[in-house]
């Protein structure tokens, strides 16, 4: 448990005024009533505290008589996106996180989600197409904006990136764009500037940043919009800066085991049986971060891809590193893959 969540963590015996201490010294807005075992009894706001002293409740009264017994809380597998979907669903400024027994944790602030220490380094979303393998649903709708529990993929993404202080973000848009832009607009409300790169005609995975209104001055995020991930924006932007690369791809292990028992022969004699083997590899994740001088080398209005752009870097002897996305990782492009982000069964 953080210092700051310490402070703002109050006994049931506590008073109306070790509330209001709990609340100034940690700055939260909010305090927490927790039992001997650290379980979470209830929550008590400033406005909780108000409303009790013009009932004329005095300063000296046990906390536990003017908390809230009923709270919204989340576990530590809730992401961003979840969490502030509660918070604008119920008006809440701090959302509580609990373990499996229900103790205390940690605690989201929306200042924090949407109010992150905005970082110079742009992001590009390249949300332009058109989804065939996702059809019949990508017919009236991008693929990126096909919902996951109730928040399009491409949103989810929005506020991820928002979340970690990245505040200039550009959609590369081609396939049904008056969708996208229709919802997202300025970004206003999500808590950034977006703008759109309109390609006239698909350009790839990476053709797109050659419709930058300028060349950036710092690394740029590149990433595909339909990707569920929650990987770790500021840990992949400081490998880039510490390693001293020119580009970095995001990597995830991807694991398959052949269903078949399989035979190693050494010309027609059996060397080694080995019974469904499992094999490793490390894929690449559909998510980049290239340098300026990098991305200034992308053909204008030509297709072109990402991989052609890292293959590019080797060849010149440029220093490429390879950022690990841990955590869960799921690439929507068929409906096999949509299922399993949707929580639905799917079948082996």
């Known amino acids: 448990m953080s210092s700051r969540l310490k402070e703002a963590t109050l006994a049931p015996t506590a008073t109306l005024r070790d509330a209001m201490k709990a609340i100034d010294a940690a700055a939260t807005e909010i305090a927490f009533v927790v039992d001997e075992r ?36 989340v ?17 809440l400024r701090q959302i509580p996180i609990l373990d499996e027994q229900g103790r205390l944790v940690g605690l989201h602030l929306l200042r924090e989600i949407i109010g992150a220490i905005p970082r110079p380094n742009w992001a590009v979303v390249m949300a332009g197409g058109r989804g065939e393998r996702l059809r019949p649903l990508t017919d009236s709708l991008p693929k990126p904006m096909v919902p996951v529990a109730g928040r399009p993929i491409l949103e989810r993404i929005v506020l991820h990136l928002v979340g970690f202080g990245v505040k200039r973000i550009f ?6 764009a008056e969708v ?25 995975t990476g053709g797109s940043l050659s419709l930058l209104p300028a060349l950036p001055e710092h690394p740029v995020l ?39 028992g399989v035979v190693e022969l050494q010309g027609d004699r059996v060397r080694m049986l080995r ?10 994740a559909g998510i980049y971060a ?20 890292i293959e590019e870097c080797l060849e010149r002897g440029e220093a490429v590193g390879a ?5 869960d990782w799921i690439d929507v492009g068929h409906h096999r893959e949509l299922r399993r982000a949707r929580g639905e069964s799917v079948e082996p």
């Open 38 to 73: 650290g379980r979470l009894l209830g929550t008590v706001t400033d406005g909780d505290i108000r409303r009790a002293i013009l009932r004329t409740v005095p300063l000296d009264s046990p906390v536990a008589g003017v908390m809230r017994r009923e709270f919204t809380a």
């Open 75 to 91: 576990t530590s597998a809730a992401g961003r996106a979840e969490v502030l979907d509660l918070m604008r669903a119920r008006t």
């Open 171 to 176: 959609l590369s848009v081609n396939y049904m």
């Open 180 to 204: 996208i832009e229709r919802h997202f607009g300025s970004g206003e409300t999500f808590g950034c500037s977006i703008e759109y790169l309109r390609e006239s005609q698909p350009l790839g």
């Open 222 to 260: 590149v990433l595909n919009g339909d990707l569920l991930t929650q990987f770790d924006v500021a840990g992949m932007l400081s490998f880039f800066e510490q390693g001293g690369f020119q580009a970095v791809v995001g990597v995830h292990e991807y694991v398959h085991t052949v269903p078949y």
């Open 275 to 284: 019974e469904k083997p499992t094999q490793v590899w490390m894929a690449n």
């Open 290 to 309: 290239l340098a300026p001088a990098v991305v200034a080398r992308v053909p204008r209005g030509q297709v072109f891809h990402l991989p052609a752009l």
């Open 323 to 327: 950022f690990p996305i841990e955590g």
